[in-house]
């Protein structure tokens, strides 16, 4: 366990609204190394990854969301009715004492609570607000709602998934999970990261715009190379310059090759014992083997399927080659390679169950690092924020209660 003096964090103070999946696993990874998270949810109901499947033992539930407790841990949760006049004072007070404000709210809500980004910034010259859209605060598309699904095929990447599939009958298809959203999570935290460092030097905050689509775009490098460079938009098949490039069945599963440059295929050739084929004119260079692509993967195929997972990851390993076995996401979580590095984390969802959950994206030796922080239950630290933090007396609290402005239950469903 890190000294606490060395956790570099500790001293940072965020406020996260909004909820679902970007902001929340923006100040996740805040909220690991240290900073104090302040999460501002709204009643009855609170973050709505509260009520995302899948729940714990098929039971919905506040608490029994495992997104929900993934992207919480070691977070602060005040639930405030920011329809109210009093619920907003109380979120600008909140506002004033934060160094970090990370709003994921849809479009034009902080604009109705009169609550603009751009203006909190501009009163708040130390504050760094980190906006989450799935468009971005700017241009045609900035009022237009969106989620994962929208985000995901606004940036073409659909249109690209399945990777090696050239079934010309085959649609845009989504990725797995909140792809685009997490991303857009990192990428705002790479970016406040750096407004937190600069603001050291300058004593200024800023306004930090992110947009969900440009952060799932920021990643497709190589299909914007071929746009750019040789006119080309990318299919299923990647890049035409390259085969062997793509998955091929085997005995129990599938492998993957990648073996586009000269001295990656004969590595390929000779951990298949250098059949006569690959001699043969076509499949002696790159050009003319990705020209006739079909017929190596043919051959290709009709080797693979002769071995299993275990075979062809021997063979890969003992000649340095481009190919890997492709793991069933099963097979992912048990690898002993995650486990002796104890990568998962078991995390409470504050009700005494533990979920066992994704760890962080790094490794930070001696920084106090955890990813196994308890998620707050709705309304959990009220008292503690608002009254510890902002001055409200017991009385006021109740008061507050009363009229609905916060909620002071925090164990109700």
Same mark, same amino acid.
């Given at each position: 366990?890190?000294n606490?003096?060395?956790v ?25 190394? &240290? %900073?104090? $998270?302040?999460?501002?949810?709204? !009643? /009855?109901?609170?973050? #709505?990854a509260?009520w ?26 005040v ?17 004033? &004492? %934060?160094? $970090?404000?990370?709003?994921?709210? !849809? /479009?034009?809500?902080? #604009? ?13 010259p ?20 969106g ?11 659909g ?5 090696c ?15 685009a ?27 930090i ?34 085969a ?35 001699k043969e ?7 003319s ?22 075979e062809?990851e ?13 793991n069933t ?18 995390v409470d969802?504050?009700?005494g169950?533990?979920?066992l ?10 920084l106090?690092?955890?990813a ?12 503690e924020?608002?009254?510890g933090?902002?001055?409200l ?5 109740l ?12 164990c109700?469903?």
């Open positions: 366990m890190a606490p003096e060395s570099p964090l500790r001293s940072l103070n965020i406020l996260e609204l909004g909820g679902g999946v970007p902001g929340p696993f923006c100040t996740k990874l805040f909220a690991a190394l &240290g %900073a104090t $998270v302040i999460k501002v949810e709204e !009643p /009855p109901r609170g973050d #709505e509260r995302r499947e899948p729940f714990w033992k098929d039971t919905p539930g506040p608490q029994n969301g495992g997104l929900f407790v993934y992207l919480n841990g070691s977070k602060r949760s639930a405030l009715d920011l329809e109210t006049t009093a619920g907003v004072g109380l979120l600008r007070r909140l506002v004033e &004492g %934060a160094d $970090v404000l990370v709003d994921g709210q !849809p /479009p034009g809500r902080m #604009e109705r609570l009169g609550l603009d980004d751009a203006a909190l910034s501009r009163s708040y130390g504050l760094i607000v980190t906006a989450i859209r799935p468009f971005g605060l700017t241009g045609p598309w900035k009022d237009f709602k989620n994962e699904l929208v985000s995901f095929h606004a940036s073409g990447l249109h690209l998934t399945p990777w599939c050239e079934d010309p009958e085959c649609p845009p298809l989504k990725g797995p999970g909140s792809l959203e997490l991303y857009a999570g990192l990428s705002a935290a790479v970016a406040t990261i750096g407004a937190v460092w600069g603001r050291q030097a300058t004593g200024r905050g800023g306004l715009d992110i947009s969900v689509q440009e952060a799932m775009l920021s990643i497709l490098d190589e299909p914007l190379g071929w746009y750019n460079f040789v006119g080309e938009v990318a299919s299923r098949m990647g890049s035409p310059a390259y062997p490039r793509g998955v091929f069945p085997c005995k129990d599963g599938y492998v993957a090759i990648f073996a586009g440059q000269e001295h990656q295929w004969q590595r390929i050739v000779q951990l298949m014992g250098e059949p006569e084929w690959t004119e076509w499949a002696k260079n790159t050009r083997r990705t020209a006739h692509r079909e017929l190596l993967e043919a051959q290709l195929m009709e080797w693979t399927m002769s071995k299993t997972k275990a062809l021997e063979l890969a390993r003992k000649y340095r080659a481009t190919m890997t076995v492709a996401f099963g097979e992912a979580v048990e690898s002993r390679h995650l486990k002796e590095r104890a990568y998962f984390a078991e969802n504050g009700l169950q533990r979920f959950t994704p760890g962080l994206p790094f490794r930070a030796e001696g106090g690092a955890d196994s922080g308890r998620a707050p239950l709705l309304g959990e630290h009220n008292e924020v608002l009254g933090g902002l001055g007396s017991k009385q006021q609290l008061r507050l209660t009363q009229a609905g402005v916060i909620w002071q239950s925090c109700r469903e």
